[in-house]
């Protein structure tokens, strides 16, 4: 029988500033909900965000990876094996369910979950690009690969740099930079927008890291030995280039 969920909704007031929280549910199992302002929806921390098992799979990724992987033991060769457009829009409808969850883990600061849902929907797009029997399918998804790269990068980034690990971090940026700059061209302007917005986004990270660094150890010394040297101390620079000779040993 339906039930009203009007007491629910008192509870929990819409606000644009407070519109996300995990709680457990009656299985036991953390979910994520967000208050928006008809209604509040509710999402499966792991598997697939609805929570269905589409053909029995976790999801239908893994349904159709199932069927290629049948392909090849029967024909010794993935050759021949498609996804029609109706396969490649309902693989699309399912990776939109993972990135409204990713948008979300990412707001609450879940990193881990956040590249772990980004990286797959990564995986989701080679494989739509490598069967869809049209390529216009494989597109729709593939305009957006800046962007997820992007995020993926972002939450692994923001990870680290939660841990004070800033060169760590820093590389996240740095070698997304790199991928995004050497992506093939495309004559789409969803494509170009993203390509432009996710550079600008990311090199923007990396002046923010680099300024949140502490500089090492090495870095101090060899600061102290360029002034040391500069004011001609050159007792002081002696003793400083020894104490570099030693951390570079």
């Known amino acids: 029988m339906s039930k009203d ?26 979910k994520v909900q967000v208050r928006v302002e008809l209604g509040i929806l509710q999402m499966e921390m792991d598997g697939r965000p609805d929570g269905k098992r589409p053909y029995g799979m976790e999801s239908l990724l ?14 010794g060769t993935d050759e021949g094996f498609t996804l029609d457009s109706e396969a490649c829009e309902d693989l699309r409808q399912e990776g939109l369910l993972y ?12 990193y881990r979950r956040t590249a772990r849902d980004t990286e797959r ?11 869809a029997k049209d390529k216009k399918d494989a597109v729709a998804l593939e305009q957006y690969r800046p962007y997820i790269i992007r995020m993926n990068a972002s939450a692994r980034a923001m990870r680290d740099a939660h841990l004070q690990k800033y060169d760590s971090a820093m590389r ?28 600008s986004v990311l090199k ?21 030995l360029a002034r040391a040297v500069n004011e001609e101390r050159f007792e002081d620079a002696a003793k400083l280039r020894d104490q570099i000779r030693k951390l570079e040993a």
């Open 99 to 110: 990135y409204h969850r990713y948008v979300l883990f990412f707001g609450l600061g879940d």
């Open 204 to 224: 923007g990270m990396l002046k923010e890291l680099q300024s949140r660094k502490r500089p090492s150890r090495m870095d101090v010394l060899r600061k102290e």
């Open 62 to 75: 893994d349904f159709y990876e199932a069927q290629l992987q049948k392909h090849i033991s029967e024909h």
């Open 5 to 30: 969920i009007s007491r629910l909704l008192g509870e929990w007031e819409h606000d644009p500033f407070n519109h996300v929280r995990k709680i457990v549910g009656d299985d036991g199992r953390e």
């Open 121 to 131: 929907n990564s995986h989701l797009f080679d494989f739509v690009w490598g069967y």
């Open 172 to 199: 996240h940026v740095q070698d997304a930079v790199e991928k995004i700059e050497n992506l093939s061209a495309m004559d789409n302007p969803t494509f170009i927008f993203e390509k432009d917005r996710s550079l």
